[in-house]
């Protein structure tokens, strides 16, 4: 089978180029990422870093003029162009990168015809954009999390994500001793927002669970993850 093909679009005013690498890593998971673009003016110098990843990583630059002060017309030539290839039919999958809010009715849009949107942004982007996505990631807790970790308590999950993952857990299938599959947890956390273990420093759900005291876990004989709630 071919495999799905990938479309990267990136707003290289409001994404740092530091990240291109693991980003391109996590979007492996959907297929592989055959369009590569970057919108923005570059006759700006704060691009730089931008035009030096170009080749190395087979980054088309798309070039946009900034032609009124206040206004920026890189995001409605992003737009345009995602809705192109959305409508083309061949791309089976999205990746952002940008901070910006105004990407918020693009990815929606998207994800109305069943297609996944991956955003990639910093941790101030706005929460409008990071739910409008199927997976939203911080890309400087994306790079964190490859690093090698120290000390797994460093990156102990909030009270909101516990919640969220015990809203799950109870919303799923249980065996006789009250534990559920860490997979089917994690997928009803994901319908219910743009939750990712990559946020909090963690590479896998299985290595955040067990940093959470609220549960207990098991591998059993095929491979798979059991959890099962204590408090």
Same mark, same amino acid.
């Given at each position: ?35 590569? #673009? ?12 931008? /035009? ?96 090698? #970790? ?11 994500? /516990?919640?969220?993952? /015990? ?6 299938? #249980? ?43 098991? #591998? ?12």
């Amino acid at each position: 089978m071919n495999p799905r093909n990938i479309a990267l679009l990136i707003d290289a005013d409001n994404a740092s180029h530091n990240g291109i690498d693991a980003v391109l890593t996590v979007l492996a998971e959907l297929g592989q990422v055959n369009i590569r #673009r970057a919108y923005g003016n570059w006759r700006k110098t704060s691009l730089k870093g931008w /035009v030096d990843k170009m080749h190395r990583y087979g980054i088309e630059p798309q070039q946009q003029f900034d032609l009124t002060k206040g206004k920026n017309a890189t995001d409605m030539k992003m737009t345009i162009d995602a809705l192109d290839l959305l409508y083309g039919g061949r791309v089976h999958g999205f990746g952002i990168m940008s901070s910006d809010s105004d990407f918020m009715p693009l990815a929606m849009r998207i994800r109305q015809d069943g297609y996944p949107v991956y955003g990639f942004g910093n941790p101030k982007t706005p929460e409008a954009f990071r739910e409008a996505c199927t997976r939203f990631i911080d890309v400087q807790a994306l790079m964190k999390a490859d690093e090698p #970790r120290k000390d797994a308590n460093t990156s102990a999950p909030d009270s909101e994500l /516990v919640q969220l993952l /015990v809203d799950a857990y109870n919303n799923s299938k #249980r065996d006789a001793q009250g534990f559920a599959k860490l997979s089917e947890v994690g997928q009803r956390a994901g319908n219910r927002s743009s939750f990712d273990v990559r946020n909090y420093g963690f590479a896998r759900l299985t290595d955040m669970i067990e940093t959470i005291p609220n549960f207990t876990h098991e #591998r059993r004989e095929n491979g798979a993850v059991w959890i099962k709630r204590l408090r």
